[in-house]
């Protein structure tokens, strides 16, 4: 049978499903036709898997809902529907590619975003636990969770939230323990669910698991695939700010999103890589291998001319915090090849005067686009909060903000202007910048990899024929 709407009417229609949400429009906002809609799924009974990217919590804290309160609605859309859920999500990153170990730390446990649902929904959460091996994490995911499985399809408990994915061994693996690892997970459902759009990394719980499983994009994850495309065909002239600490993903997009802008402006680590590579400097932090890497980037500028430098930027000789007579301002017009400077933690205010190259770009832009904490935070916020100022400055344009600690400094420094942008047409806010970053390097919102896995998935489990079948709308 297939894991699809069955309902037909007498002229062999099949039947929306009368009281959840099956409203795509699809003229208006269309999808792709081959992507499987959670409101497609039959979920009665079901064990529902679903991915979210909850990676909110820091040093055991959440700072910011709004990525677990974007998913809510799917949640409830799938309980409603007779689905029961099993959650999860990653946080932090645990894994470290260079080291090859992986360090489980409490303060990224899963624990505080339970607390938050369970407030929020009323429902209880069981978070199973299995063995953490030194270095190497949670090897298999133990049958003492088949229990609280039964517990679940029985409604003892109201779900499941799995331990953070980036503690198992399989999570960021290729080899046989992602497979071990992809066979587990689908071993718990029926059915699976992908409403992380800010996880884009092809991981097990992304995207391999979507070969045992039936899957489904979430309604969150159809909302920000339909928006992301006012990033893909702006207004122009078209700015994008890239600034923060993921240097490693985020390089990679970098080259592709140069050719799709009018300005680029940079911060935080990618702008000290960038300056670097242009002016022959050494700052403290920067690795030699990712100066090479941004040499293409300034080699693309010196014929095109699209970056938009910063020129104040904030030099501090510790890590430790704003300590006085411990970090000052340089100007970028003084770097002299050869030499070596203290850490570069943040961008002076001063960057974006009125009369800077800055302002006036970020003045006559139609859309600007913002993947940017400018300094590292929480001491160095002044060049970040100046940034959000001088972009609410701009009342024309359409402004796009997306990234986990992009969205949460906003909102730390700007609570107001935050939640007055949350519900202004002017604004949008993504749960993932480096995610937008990437479709703008595939030039299709759709070929994110993990939404070409759940298009994949929908090919072998018969979605697109069911499709072609429906004769209703739907
Ligand atoms: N110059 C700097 N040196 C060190 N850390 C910095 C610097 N500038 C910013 N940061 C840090 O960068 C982090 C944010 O970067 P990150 O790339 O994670 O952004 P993000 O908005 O979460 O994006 P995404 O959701 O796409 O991952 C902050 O924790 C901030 O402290
Ligand atoms: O915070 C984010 O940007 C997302 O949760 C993705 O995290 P990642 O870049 O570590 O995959």
New binding site residues.
Partial sequence: MVPYLNQKDSNGNVLRVGYTVDDHDQEKDPLHPSLPLLQHADLEDKVVLLRVDHNVVKKGKILDQYRIDVTLATMYNIIERGGRLVIMSHVGRPYDKKTNTLTVKQDEAVDAIVGYLQRKLRIKFAIPKFHIFEKEGIHDIDTSINWLIQDLRARKIGGIYLPNTRWFAGEEDKGEKMERLAVQLAALADVYVNDAF?SWQPHTSTYHVTKYLPSFAGLCMQDELSNVRAVLEPKRPFVAIV????YDT?IGPLTAIYRRVDHLIL???IY?TFLCAKYGVKIKGVEDSDIVLAKDLVEQDRNEGKILELPYVVESDTLEGRIEGKFRTLHIKDFKPGEDYQ????VDPASFEPGTEVHKGLESAKTIFV?A?????PSFWHGTSKMDETIDQNRTAQKFF?????LQEFKSLHPGLYHAALDSPKYYMFT???TVLKVLEEADPFGLPTVKALIASGEAYGYQKWRAGCTSKI
């Avoid at 600034?243 to 993921?246: D, V």
């Avoid at 850490?343 to 943040?346: P, R």
Wanted: hydrophobic fraction near 35%; charge should be neutral; avoid cysteine.
């Fill in positions: 800010g600034a923060g600490a993921k985020k911060g935080g680590l000290n850490f570069i933690v943040d993947n904490v400018m300094g590292l935070m997306g990234g986990g600690d992009t993932g910048g480096g």
